[in-house]
């Protein structure tokens, strides 16, 4: 028997609204269609409204969970419109508000992740978890996830030694937290059985779906944004975490590899912290010109457009978002899964949703 | 700055991206911008963490050829763009006819700069599925 399920846009397991309308036969998925616009906002339109300074404050609220990433990968194209060289110490705070925004952003989506396939002590566990990180970057910035902190030529506020010394407590709280919750997650037989081999995307079809972060890195592409060494990732030296399981596993993996990786990251880039200025001043409006800046979020490569003629509003500012990439391999996913299956390899997809429609 | 690899045409469009494809260039999006006179289609490719972008100049009216049928991740991002500036795109593997982002008693092609002169696409509001 065929019949077509509308999934979403409320359903207990998405955090934000979004609707597949799966397609099935008996109990399995032969197409899906997206439905988005749920919460579309018009955020690029009424950037065009916005004078270019006001616009740094505008893309932090295009996702409520990578903010700190959107406002510096914007401040780096006005920064490369303007040719401004952003300070060192700027530079290395980029990386820990980054890292500590990469952190907090896969430990929820690893917990909702468990919550959707029903181990919900672990998704309480890793949430917990995750408020180590929140308190970090609120000890530094006063704020938890729309940091403001970082602005057109540097960064608006320091880490002093006494903040550096906590945000170093929370890492190793964090890291503590982490051996015990990452065995559970990738050896546990009931996670396995929910995760391997489920939700496929062979290497070639990732890369022909245009697939990013770690829904492609789990199909074994070594792709990364952060290789190229914007900010401080350069100095800081940053090989990417590769899977090649294909599967909803694989991104799981990926994605505790990268938990990690960003605490290593953040403890360098600390330990490394030089002296200098935190921003640069600069006058005047963004010179004509287009500028493509991208930058790597928790989900992928972020990529931004800017269009400039001189004024003090920009003529165009397109944000391409990492899950609005992952949608199409997403359905490649879904094609031949089983219903109970739909729910897991969306979340391993980790998509947001509010990003994507902007 | 950005740096503009070819100028392509209508004529020539899907034969230039076909072309990069079986190269491993990987998609990552387009981005239309309205310039009053026409408007702009820059379709961008990535390889190795090099950007390589195709830019279309396509007059207002002009149905735009779709390229999902060789490169499926591209049908979102025309969709949007159909939405958006209302620009018509033929050949769509699946065609949301401007409902895609906009629910049905949305503002129609709000990033058109002078709206009402930019395309004729009257019949597809009427037509557009509910959301």
Redesign the interface.
């Known amino acids: 028997m065929s019949m077509v399920i509308p999934f979403g846009p409320q359903h207990p397991v998405l955090p934000e609204p979004i609707q597949l309308r799966l397609s099935l036969q008996e109990e399995r998925v032969t197409s899906a269609?997206?439905?988005?616009?749920?919460i579309?906002r018009?955020l690029?339109?009424l950037a065009e409204e916005k004078d270019f300074q006001q616009d740094a404050y505008l893309v932090e609220r295009v996702c409520g969970i990578c903010s700190f990433i959107h406002s510096m990968c914007y401040c780096q194209g006005i920064e490369?419109?303007m040719d401004l060289k952003v300070p060192p110490r700027a530079q290395y705070l980029r990386v820990v508000w980054s890292e500590l925004h990469r952190m907090h952003s896969h430990l929820l989506a690893t917990g909702l992740l468990a919550d959707a396939f029903g181990f919900e002590n672990l998704f309480m566990q890793l949430w917990r978890t995750r408020e180590h990180v929140m308190d970090a970057m609120e000890y530094t910035t006063g704020a938890r996830i729309m940091l403001g902190s970082c602005c057109i030529g540097g960064v608006r506020k320091d880490i002093n030694e006494e903040q550096k010394k906590f945000v170093l407590d929370k890492l190793n709280t964090v890291e503590k937290d982490l051996k015990v919750l990452l065995p559970v997650l990738l050896e546990d037989y009931s996670v396995k059985k929910r995760l391997v081999g489920i939700g496929m995307l062979d290497q070639l079809t990732a890369?022909?779906?245009?697939a990013v972060g770690p829904t492609a890195r789990g199909s074994g592409l070594a792709m990364d944004?952060r290789?190229?060494g914007y900010c401080a990732y350069g100095e800081l030296g940053f090989e990417p975490v590769v899977e090649n399981g294909c599967d909803s596993y694989a991104r799981t993996q990926v994605r505790a590899g990268e938990l990690l990786q960003s605490i290593d990251l953040v403890r360098r880039a600390l330990d490394r912290l030089p002296d200098s200025e935190l921003k640069v001043p600069f006058k005047g409006n963004p010179p004509a010109?287009?500028?493509?800046i991208?930058a790597e979020q928790p989900r992928g490569?972020v990529?931004y457009?800017l269009?400039s003629s001189g004024k003090d509003k920009l003529?165009?500012l397109?944000v391409?978002t990492p899950t609005?990439?992952n949608?199409?391999?997403l359905l490649a996913m879904l094609t031949g899964c089983t219903l109970p299956d739909v729910a897991v390899i969306i979340l391993s997809v980790d998509p947001c949703v509010s990003c994507t429609?902007r | 700055m950005m740096t503009v690899n070819e100028v392509i045409t209508i004529d020539n469009m899907i034969e230039k991206i076909a072309s990069l494809l079986p190269r491993h260039y990987r998609f990552v999006t387009m981005t239309a911008v309205d310039v009053d006179t026409h408007f702009d289609l820059y379709y961008h490719f990535d390889l190795d963490y090099e950007l390589t972008t195709l830019l279309l100049k396509l007059d207002k009216g002009a149905k735009l050829p779709s390229i999902s049928g060789i490169c499926p991740p591209a049908l979102v991002v025309e969709n949007e763009i159909q939405d958006l500036f209302g620009i018509v795109v033929s050949g769509l593997n699946l065609d949301y006819r401007d409902h895609f982002l906009l629910a049905t008693d949305a503002p129609a092609r709000p990033f058109c700069r002078v709206p009402g002169v930019s395309v004729s696409i009257v019949e597809t509001e009427k037509t557009g599925g509910e959301k």
Do not use: C, I, N, Q
Not at chain 1, 33 to 38: E, M, Q
Not at chain 1, 207 to 210: A, C, L, N, S
């Open positions: 269609l997206p439905v988005l616009g749920y579309h018009g690029e339109k490369e419109l890369r022909e779906r245009g944004h290789m190229t010109g287009e500028v493509v991208r490569e990529f457009f269009k003529d165009r397109r391409r609005f990439a949608l199409s391999p429609e």
